[in-house]
């Protein structure tokens, strides 16, 4: 009788890597980061892409459409009572959104290829508070907020802006929309690849 061979899922037990060797303190039982360093990567994510709200409200400010007013000097009304310019404010809001989106995934992906639930949800939150922050940036530095004020201020008959507002509230998710779809689509894409088992072959 022979020896049984040995199953082609172990190694033999001559291997001088055999047994495997524990993994580092910086690195999982896969080679992985391990848990404390996913988190604190994911919270600089976190923080990143929320600072980058600013940049969102400052192009949103400069990029919207303006919607004209007029006072006679007892009420305030549209100068042109047919304009889009509300509907373009929302408009412009979203698309920018949807771009920095797409941006911030890419860079993320660029930075962390190995992904990570602590990171993805990092750009998931980032993006909702950016889009957010970059809602209150625009309206904050924006025209004032007291109409009546303004008007009075400017006297009557003189064209003036209205406050920059964003009627659809649900453009903040524009942002973390995006960057969900084009992260998944380039970790599908680019992303590591398990390796292939290498079974020896029986003899």
């Known amino acids: ?19 495997p060797p524990y993994p580092t303190a910086q690195e999982g039982t896969d080679g992985a980061p391990n848990t404390a360093a996913e988190v604190r990567q994911g919270a600089v994510v976190l923080l990143a892409v929320t600072l980058a709200g600013i940049a969102l409200g400052l192009l949103w400010l400069w990029l919207a459409p ?8 007892r009420a305030v009304f549209l100068k042109d009572t047919e304009g889009e310019a509300a509907v373009g404010a929302d408009g412009v809001f979203t698309l920018l959104a949807l771009g920095l989106g797409a941006l911030s995934a890419a860079v993320v992906f660029w930075f962390h290829r ?3 639930i602590a990171i993805v949800v990092g750009l998931a939150l980032g993006g909702l508070f950016g889009a957010m922050l970059g809602w209150g940036v625009g309206t904050l530095l924006g025209p004032a907020h007291d109409v009546a004020a303004h008007a009075r201020a400017v006297g009557a008959g003189v064209t003036f802006d209205a406050p920059l507002k964003l009627q659809a509230h649900g453009a903040v998710l524009a942002w973390p929309v995006a960057a969900m779809l084009v992260h998944l689509g380039l970790t599908a894409l680019f992303g590591p690849r398990d390796p292939e088992p290498d079974w020896d072959a029986p003899l």
């Open 114 to 116: 190995h992904g990570g």
């Open 1 to 19: 009788m022979t020896a049984p061979l040995t199953p082609p899922h172990q190694p033999s037990p001559h291997d001088s890597a055999w047994p």
């Open 66 to 73: 303006r919607i004209p007013l007029v006072s006679d000097g």
